[in-house]
C-alpha cells in the first residue's frame, strides 16, 4: 500500500477531523503524480462538517490521488403545510444537519404574502446554509478573549474574533478587493462597502475552495473577517475603574464565501412568522417576529437569559383582569400570568409611545419567567417571576397583530 494511502487508512474512526489531519492528508495527496483514478470517500466526520472525497488512481507505474474538501455539509429540509384556523398557510418545518440542531420550526405567512411552498422551503435552505459557515468560521478561527484583565495598571489584552457579516450583493469584485453592498435597491455609495482581499484569503464555492475568477456575481456572498484588538490599561487602573488605550486594531479578510442563492432569497424572511419551541419549554411554540412589542421588562432580567431557570411560554389571551391575565397556549395550556395594576392599563395608557397598539382579548402573548421548580412547567406565574411580556405583532408598518 503507498503511503499516502496508508495515511488516510490509519486514521481512527473516532478521530475528530481536525485541520492538521486534513492538511497533512492534502499535502501528501497533491504531490503524488497523474494517471487512471478511481474513486474512494471518506465519510463525514466530527462536528466540524468536513467530508474528504479521495480519487485514488491505480497505475502500472505510478499513482494518483485527488482530494476535494467539504467545509460543511448541506443540510436537509422538509417542509409541510397546512392551513391555520384563520385560512392563513402554516409550515411546519424539519432540518437536519441545521445549527442549532435539528429542530422542528413553524412559520405563518403575513397577511397578504404570496410566496409559495417552494419559496419557503429555499428560504429555510438560505438559513440553514448561513449557519453552517458561521459554525464552520468559528471553529477554523476560534474566537479569543483569554488574555483580557481590567485591573492591572499597564496590563495589555489582546482580542481575537472571528465576524461573519450578512450575505451581501456582489457589486464588483477584483483580485485585490471586493466591493458589496447589502441592499438590492436604491444602492448608494454609502450602501457600499470595498473590502480588501489577501493574498491568503479562502474562496469558497459550494462548500469548497476555489478561486476568484470562479465567482458568480449573481450569487450572494459572505464575508469572514477576523479583527484583532491590543488594548492596554492605563496607569491608574484598579479592580474597581480602568479605562484602556487601543493600541492596534486590524481587521483582515480571511474568507469570501459564495452562497447558494440571490441575495432576495436571504431575506424573505420578512413575510414569514417564525415560531419555535419556546425555551426550556419544548411542548409550548413562541411565535418570533422582530416587531415584535415589549409590555414588560424586569430590571436585570438579562443576567438570567441564559439561565436554564429561564423558561418562555406563549399563547392567546383569554381574559385581562386588573393584576393577572390568563392565556391558551397552542398546546391547549390554561397560564395565568399574574402582573401589577399598571403592566397592561400603563402599556394601553400610552398608545403612541406603542405606535398605537394596546393589549386586548384574543391577542398573542410571549412571557419569559423564572422557575425554580425547573421539572415543573408553570399553569401559574408569580409576578415576582415574571421577567418579560411581549405583544406578538406581524408589522408595525401595516399596524398587524399576529
Request: charged share 20%; hydrophobic share 35%; glycine share 4%.
Amino acid at each position: 500500500m503507498k503511503s499516502d494511502y496508508m495515511l488516510i487508512a490509519a486514521r481512527p474512526d473516532a478521530a475528530p477531523a481536525d485541520k492538521q489531519f486534513t492538511d497533512a492528508v492534502m499535502k501528501r495527496i497533491i504531490n503524488t503524480k497523474t494517471s487512471r483514478s478511481v474513486f474512494a470517500s471518506l465519510r463525514r466526520r466530527g462536528p466540524v462538517f468536513i467530508v474528504l472525497v479521495v480519487l485514488l488512481a491505480i497505475g502500472a507505474l505510478s499513482s494518483t490521488a485527488y482530494a476535494i474538501t467539504y467545509f460543511w455539509t448541506r443540510s436537509h429540509t422538509a417542509v409541510t403545510s397546512s392551513l391555520d384556523s384563520d385560512g392563513r398557510k402554516t409550515y411546519s418545518i424539519k432540518t437536519e444537519g441545521c445549527e442549532p440542531g435539528n429542530l422542528t420550526y413553524e412559520y405563518k405567512l403575513k397577511k397578504g404574502a404570496t410566496l409559495s411552498d417552494t419559496d419557503v422551503q429555499r428560504l429555510m435552505s438560505t438559513y440553514c446554509e448561513q449557519q453552517a459557515v458561521i459554525q464552520w468560521a468559528v471553529q477554523t478561527w476560534p474566537n479569543d478573549s483569554s488574555t483580557i484583565n481590567h485591573s492591572i495598571p499597564g496590563y495589555v489584552s489582546h482580542v481575537a474574533m472571528t465576524l461573519v457579516s450578512n450575505p451581501l450583493k456582489n457589486i464588483s469584485m477584483t483580485r485585490q478587493s471586493i466591493t458589496t453592498s447589502e441592499f438590492l435597491l436604491q444602492q448608494s455609495d454609502n450602501d457600499q462597502q470595498t473590502t480588501k482581499v489577501e493574498s491568503d484569503t479562502k474562496i469558497l464555492i459550494d462548500g469548497q475552495l476555489s478561486t476568484i475568477d470562479k465567482l458568480d456575481a449573481s450569487k450572494a456572498v459572505l464575508l469572514v473577517t477576523r479583527q484583532d484588538i491590543d488594548q492596554k490599561n492605563q496607569d491608574d487602573c484598579t479592580a474597581v475603574s480602568c479605562s484602556s488605550d487601543t493600541l492596534r486594531d486590524d481587521t483582515k479578510l480571511v474568507a469570501l464565501v459564495q452562497l447558494s442563492y440571490p441575495l432576495e432569497y436571504y431575506y424573505g424572511f420578512k413575510d414569514l412568522v417564525l415560531s419555535r419551541p419556546c425555551t426550556h419549554n419544548a411542548i409550548d411554540f413562541c411565535p418570533l417576529s422582530t416587531d415584535n412589542i415589549i409590555v414588560f421588562w424586569r430590571n436585570g432580567a438579562g443576567d438570567y437569559i441564559n439561565s436554564a431557570k429561564w423558561k418562555e411560554t406563549s399563547g392567546v389571551i383569554q381574559s385581562i383582569g386588573r393584576d393577572k391575565i390568563t392565556i391558551q397556549t397552542r398546546a391547549g395550556r390554561i397560564v395565568t400570568v399574574h402582573t401589577d395594576a399598571n403592566t397592561v392599563n400603563g402599556f394601553n395608557a400610552r398608545p403612541t409611545s406603542n405606535n398605537g397598539f394596546q393589549v386586548a382579548v384574543g391577542d398573542t402573548l410571549n412571557i419569559s419567567y423564572l422557575s425554580f421548580q425547573d421539572q415543573v412547567l408553570a399553569d401559574d406565574i408569580p409576578f415576582v417571576n415574571l421577567m418579560q411580556l411581549e405583544l406578538v405583532i406581524e408589522s408595525q408598518a401595516q399596524h398587524q397583530k399576529y
